[in-house]
């Protein structure tokens, strides 16, 4: 019998990383674990640039919006997560799901234009150190995050108006532990070739555009070091940007990892939980990552916390 076509639908269901009840308190405990990691690591991160004004520069007013953004990126999925294994009901409205998927796809896009911003953020300190200051100043620094926002919203807006359009059957099991664009237009009956072209044309143009960004500031960078004369200077160069392309290869191989083994798998069960490599472990180890490998992080967290240095 063909499924009863539903242009209006009041509930989906999430089936999240297991449906397995005996699992259930261990993912609460381990995804409870990570979330105030990343809360409590992104923060502190926030606290030593705001409060340390020797970390008032450039980079590190990118990496405080970096934080905060990932912080609200795992915020948008992660305690709807644990409130249904607390509450047992897998259960998101409609417009509950469209609001989730709006601010995932928002802070992602954020995460993706903000990490492009410092790569050409460390092009410019280490390439053209004279310049720099002049390059960098603080309204330009404020301009490119506003830009970010600015393009994120709209990109989601777009995203969320197409996935508005999709009407959908009786079967409203979203096999992930949030909602996912791809997933809902998968799970919808309606015609979905304008949607899925917008969706991989806009990723292509601005992920493909934000990567090729970052590849080429790098390879301007990794010029400039081979360069220099100086064995010191060439170490201080690398470790300024060492951090950053740590996280970068983190965010962007995770995701790609995701996105081109999902068609040849065809198990949204394994992609949900390898989604989670991108989704919350890479921002909770961004803290670690950026204050382990920088003196300057770890210096302002200690005077932070009255310790001496």
Known sequence: MK???LTRVSEFVLLGLSEEPDLQPLLFGLFLSMYLITVLGNLLIILAVSSDSHLHKPMYFFLSNLSFVDICFTSTTIPKMLVNIQTQSNLITYEGCITQMYFFLLFAG??????TVM???RFLAICHPLHYTVIMHPQLCGLLVLLSWIMSVLISLLYSLMALRLSFCADLQIPHFFCELNQMIE???????VNNLVMYFVAVL???GAMAGILYSYSKIISCVRAMSSAQGKYKAFST???HLSVVSLFYL?????YLSSPATHNAQSSATASVLYTVVTPMLNPFIYSLRNKDIKGALKRSFGMTV
């Not at 954020?110 to 990490?115: A, E, S």
């Open 254 to 258: 995770t995701c790609l990892g995701v």
């Open 110 to 115: 954020l995460d993706n234009f903000l990490l």
């Open 187 to 193: 799970l919808a009956c309606s015609d979905t070739f």
């Open 241 to 243: 940007c060492a951090s």
């Open 119 to 121: 790569a050409y953020d």
């Open 206 to 208: 601005l992920g493909g």
């Open 3 to 5: 499924p009863e076509n």
